[in-house]
């Protein structure tokens, strides 16, 4: 399939070549080991294709059909219909990575808006083109710090409430790197974080690392912390999820060292996880510290504005075996698909959507809280995500909500062992009060008190 | 290429111009048209730091090419040239004089006995190519 | 005139995309929690369709014209992935969804390991790797886990050939190895000397691109690998090159243990403009217990009646997890649409095709352009981009003037054991026609080096932007914009 040849074209080919047929051009694979049988079906049409995998789809119940209270690093909010048609043109999914930048200007200055939307948004000095996703990107800020302190601090602290797969993430990121301590307090409630830190940070200390809102939808302020970190010499990063940023102050405000986070919130949909995309901002003066690709503005030689991939002495193709990080990619097609998403929404659009992500779950707690037996148990505030304790087994809950088309949430016990039977409940625009009302009246219905 | 009598050279292109019991080091000639336009320069050591030899002095960054700085001499650093950190691209046009780097008081004066004369230093790039 | 930025093309107070109204009762937001002001910029719907229509315009892609671009394998990226991706019932899913909701998604994720390991040879996959780049960092990392778990705690380093990729290196780095290089020999081979003289103890293994970078298939590889094994070390394939080796050689009948797949070279799932891409890993039976976590396998045995139930599997000894959930799922959506079509049958075609295309373009280039290395080259090959009896020019002039002619320039200066290099990948979809339009583009540049240089160092002429000063962007490092103060 899409192979132009005809047998004419072939024939001629190999006359140039000087060979009989295609075969003799394999002459130096061991000879048992040539031309092995691949135990794989014949090939199909488009058709046919088509048809088979539109069979696998509906094997799926998607967000779409059912009501979905899920969050927990990947949220289902509407993306405008501009967003995907303009990826879908050729000259944007079907162009190489910007290394000849003469013929890139589209997505070279796709990326430098990226940058420039993610810096504006975070409120902070720079950012790169983007990581695979928040985790990664996480991790690679742990890297980076390790670095930045030329490898002589080697303790990074992270709050357990960040989303447990970044944790997980960093974990298997530095695991190489032996010299690297990670150190987790131990402590149930998020606001007791300033305080455990007291007894973590030294001299030591490369990173202290939080969420904000954190994976149980707090909101905290963290500027105790940053101070603390600050006067100890360490840096201070925070991974955000930047929709509550179209309303709620950013960590920009609390002196972080980096920002970082999921972009899949800004345009991109569920995709069952994936591809998404890790922001990354910074400092200015850390911006040669850190990992990824970076576009910058310039000029060509008849003084016009253009932009190119800069600062790449830092990056594996030159650097090789003294490059902190091996990416060598950034998720260049999402990117551009965040630019326009923001772009579309812009100021007004990404605060309205923020502000009802705030007023859909707010108004879902508070329904929640008047079923007998259910408590919403964050005591500090949160944006678009809460935890609630549910008065009998979770798992049968959320069985009998997923029978009526409901999603219930996620069960923090396989994060949490002591916290049984709560689930973290995550509302968007999308949800409507009928879709609220439906659940909340479900789940009186299904609870077994 | 253009090899000052005078100073001396290490195998990885750093110079070293001796006067009294410490000396300035810097890059050659060779090793700044290798690297090309040098956009940054990354100092790390700072004055009262101790070296040793074959340590990472600098890094230096240009477009195509980023490049360590080893010393070619153990001691005490005295002085750093950090106002190139404004201006690097005097690291291209001057590497011999205003291009210096360090100014480090010598330790173990035997290490200048293992360095390339000027001479030797041109026959040993002359080898490279 | 150049096109303005999403911030220079803001205007105070228009707006695009509305919302249905508040339906809900309001709670007040603490004052103290909320920000002044978020700095995006003001467009309406038209504007922002024109403004990326506009840059769009200013890209080159495969869509326009060919890209011969040596290992990145820049071949037609069919229109029915896009279709099946975007298919609601996988789109919008959530990675946390309950499995029973979700059996489609796991499905495809099976039925595409299960392809890989057949055409790869291996027994095992993990599709989570979210690049290459990151599939080397997981094979790297599972060395490093399989030696340890042996309690053999001295192999401290990893031996990658000259012409290798530079995330090879930067990856060992990574996982803590430390690097030893081997030299290629006059034939661009692997020095097998070499590799004997370094191999030892302490080797924890080799990183080996097969065909290499030069395009040429190693012809000791079956010695090489049993090398490495002799030594107790395991050897890790860089499957970029893939392209070539489809229905021609598994690489797990060689003696790979470890292998990374790029769909979005191989597989035809897009570049995307850099990105995303998709890195699954695939390996021998000796260390499947060490993939990254999860990876999708059937949890109950269907029947004639009932398919299987798919669900998560946690390796035993799994090195961790590389990313949050599952994997770059609707790269790996286009991927199998693509395998279904093209079937064992196709897929024997696309290496047929992509081999006898670069021996095509080899032999009409290698009377003008210097060939390092005259042997068959599989799907791909690299020039010298100079002549010794012509100073002043350049394989950057070379890939610069190219650009005039209507072609993307192959890839320059890698690798790097050749000088000036050119690297030529066509691919199998490209027809004799558009290859001998690219040869008559090279031979004409190959004539102007010596008739009319000067063409050369000043190129391109034709393009949106011409050559741009890459030392001013990295001086003044002017990363992003905001509003000029006439937006306030």
């Known amino acids: 399939m899409f192979i132009p040849h005809t047998d004419k074209e072939r024939q001629a080919m190999l006359r140039t070549i000087g060979k009989d047929s295609i075969k003799d051009l394999f002459v130096d694979i061991p000879e048992s ?20 995998m539109s069979m696998l789809a509906s094997a799926n119940n998607s967000c779409e059909e059912m009501i979905s209270f899920l969050g927990a690093g990947a949220y289902h909010h509407y993306i405008p219909a501009a967003v995907d048609l303009l990826l879908q043109r050729g000259d944007f999914f079907t162009a190489y990575t910007p290394y000849q930048p003469e013929i890139s200007q589209g997505t070279l200055q796709a990326i430098f808006e990226f940058q420039s939307l993610i810096a504006n948004l975070t409120g902070m000095e720079v950012s790169n083109a983007s990581h695979y996703d928040g985790a990664t990107a996480a991790a690679e800020t742990c890297i980076s710090s390790y ?14 409430f960040i989303h447990p797969h970044y944790i997980e993430t960093i974990k298997t990121y530095l695991q190489a790197i032996k010299e690297i301590e990670i150190r987790i ?22 990173l202290v690392m939080v969420q904000y809102p954190d994976f149980l939808g707090n909101i905290l302020d963290y500027s105790s912390v940053s101070s603390f970190v600050h006067e100890n010499g360490a840096l201070f990063a925070t991974v955000v999820y930047p929709m509550a940023l179209g309303i709620l102050k950013s960590p920009a405000d609390m002196d972080a060292d980096f920002i970082i986070g999921e972009g899949q919130s800004l345009g991109l949909p569920l995709n069952f996880g994936g591809p998404y995309l890790g922001f990354f901002t910074t400092r200015r003066e850390l911006i040669r510290k850190i990992s990824g690709r970076i576009v910058g503005e310039t ?47 812009g100021k007004k659009g990404l605060k309205e959507v923020a502000y009802q992500c705030y ?55 396989s994060d949490y062992p002591t916290r049984k039977n709560q689930l973290l409940i995550a509302a968007t625009e999308q949800n409507t009060r009928e879709d609220i009302d439906f659940f909340v009246n479900s789940l009186q219905e299904v609870t077994i008190v | 290429m253009n090899t000052p009598k005078g100073f001396k050279f290490y195998k990885t292109d750093e110079w070293v111009k001796v006067d009294g019991n410490s000396a300035k080091i810097g890059i050659s000639d060779f090793a700044q048209n290798q690297l090309s336009d040098i956009v940054y320069i990354e100092f790390n050591k700072e004055a009262g730091e101790s070296v040793e030899k074959g340590q990472i002095l600098s890094t230096i960054e240009s477009v195509k090419a980023a490049a360590d700085v080893n010393s070619p001499i153990s001691g005490k650093v005295l002085e750093v040239n950090e106002c190139l950190s404004d201006t690097p691209e005097v690291l291209n046009e001057d590497p011999y004089e205003n291009g210096w780097l360090y100014k480090v008081e010598f330790n173990n004066p035997s290490e200048l006995d293992d360095l390339f004369d000027a001479k030797g230093y041109d026959e040993f790039c002359e080898s490279r190519h | 005139m150049s096109e303005p930025t999403v911030y220079e093309l803001s205007s105070e107070g228009r707006f695009s995309i509305t919302f249905p109204s508040l339906d809900i009762p309001e709670t007040k937001i603490p004052d103290n929690l909320l920000r002044e002001d978020v700095p995006l910029p ?5 504007d922002v369709i024109r403004h990326f229509t506009n840059l769009s315009r200013l890209n080159y892609s495969i869509d326009e014209g060919f890209y011969p671009l040596g290992s990145c394998t820049m071949k037609y990226n069919p229109r029915i992935n896009e279709v099946t991706a975007r298919n609601h019932g996988f789109a919008n899913t959530h990675p946390f969804q309950p499995v029973e909701t979700i059996q489609g998604n796991l499905a495809v994720m099976y039925i595409l390991q299960e392809w890989l390991k057949e055409i790869t040879g291996f027994v095992a996959a993990s599709l989570q790797p979210a690049a290459g780049a990151q599939g080397e960092f997981v094979g790297s990392l599972m060395i490093n886990a399989y030696h340890k778990s042996r309690n053999d705690n001295h192999r401290t380093n990893i031996l990658i050939p000259d012409s290798a990729h530079g995330t090879n290196p930067a990856t060992s780095n990574m996982s803590g190895f430390d690097i030893v290089n081997i030299p290629t020999d006059n034939r661009g081979n692997i020095n097998l000397s070499a590799l004997t003289e370094v191999c030892n103890k302490s080797t924890a293994g080799l990183m080996l691109t097969n065909p290499n970078t030069l395009g040429l298939f190693e012809e000791n590889v079956l010695e090489i690998n049993d090398i490495i094994h002799k030594a107790g070390g395991l050897v890790y394939g860089d499957g970029a090159n893939l392209n070539a080796l489809l229905g021609i050689v598994k690489p797990g009948e060689l003696g790979f243990d470890i292998m ?51 669900g998560f599997i946690y390796p035993k000894k799994s090195i961790g997890r590389m990313k949050s959930f599952h994997g770059h799922f609707s790269i790996i959506v286009r991927a199998l649409t693509y395998l279904l079509m093209q079937g064992k049958d196709g897929l024997l075609e696309v290496s047929n095709h992509a081999v006898l295309n670069a021996n095509y373009l080899m032999s009409l280039l290698k009377e003008d352009y210097t060939l390092p290395f005259d042997r068959i080259c599989m799907h791909e090959f690299v020039l010298e981009g100079f002549w010794k009896d012509i100073e002043g020019i350049h394989a950057l002039d070379i890939a610069k003037r190219l650009m005039d002619y209507g072609f993307h320039p192959p890839t320059n200066y890698f690798p790097l054991n050749v000088k000036e290099a050119l690297m030529i990948e066509p691919t199998e979809t490209e027809s004799k026609q558009t290859l001998d339009r690219f040869v008559d583009a090279m031979l004409s540049i190959a004539k102007e080096a010596r008739e009319t240089p000067d063409l050369l160092p000043t190129a391109p002429h034709n393009t949106p932007v011409k050559r741009l000063d890459e030392v001013k962007a990295a001086k003044d490092l002017v990363l992003c914009c905001r509003f000029s103060d006439k937006h306030e």
């Open chain 1, 359 to 413: 007023q859909k779950a707010h108004y879902t707690a508070s329904q929640i809280e008047r079923i007998n037996g259910y408590k919403v148990l964050n005591e500090q505030p949160f944006f678009n995500e809460f935890v609630i304790q549910c008065p009998s087994d979770v798992m049968e809950i959320q069985n009998n909500l997923l029978e009526k088309g409901i999603i219930a949430g996620y069960n923090l016990e």
């Open chain 1, 299 to 345: 000029e060509d030689e008849d003084g016009k504005r253009g932009y190119v991939l800069t600062l790449t002495a830092r990056e594996q193709h030159i650097r090789r075996g003294k490059a902190t990080s091996n990416i060598c990619t950034n998720q260049g097609l999402n990117a551009l698909a965040v630019s326009i998403y923001l772009s579309l929404l």
């Open chain 1, 147 to 160: 670095y930045h302190f030329r490898k002589k601090r080697a303790n990074i602290i992270i709050s357990p």
């Open chain 3, 260 to 310: 990374h797949i790029n769909l979005h070279k191989t597989f035809s799932t897009p570049h995307g403009g850099g990105g995303p891409g998709s890195g699954p890993v695939v390996v021998a039976k000796h260390l499947a217990d060490f993939l990254p976590e999860p990876i999708v396998g059937i949890i109950e045995e269907g029947d004639d009646e009932i398919p299987p139930l798919y």
């Open chain 3, 42 to 46: 003001e467009l309406s719907e038209l």
């Open chain 1, 33 to 52: 080991k040539r031309f092995p049988v691949l135990n794989l079906p014949e090939g199909i049409s488009e058709m046919e294709a088509y048809k088979q």
């Open chain 1, 185 to 206: 307090p131990d402590i149930s409630k998020p606001v007791d974080f300033k305080d455990a830190i007291r007894q973590l940070v030294d001299k030591n200390t490369a």
